[in-house]
């Protein structure tokens, strides 16, 4: 992943919490949440050349 996709998942994600489409209580919860969105957009990227 480079850092151009990561700031963009970035973004995506402080847009959500903007948007108040995802509420975190706390910051650890905050960078749990960011980790697997992180994770989440990995696999979708791998996943997505195999399905094509």
Same mark, same amino acid.
């Given at each position: 992943? #480079?850092?151009?996709?990561?700031?963009?998942?970035?973004? /995506? !994600?402080?847009?959500?919490?903007? #948007?108040?489409?995802?509420?975190?209580?706390?910051?650890? /919860? !905050?960078?749990?949440?960011?980790?697997?969105?992180?994770?989440?957009?990995?696999?979708?990227?791998?996943?997505?050349?195999?399905?094509q």
């Open positions: 992943m #480079t850092d151009a996709e990561l700031k963009g998942i970035i973004k /995506e !994600a402080v847009e959500d919490y903007r #948007t108040g489409n995802a509420v975190y209580y706390s910051k650890e /919860e !905050a960078f749990v949440r960011m980790d697997a969105h992180i994770v989440k957009k990995r696999a979708e990227k791998t996943l997505q050349p195999q399905s």
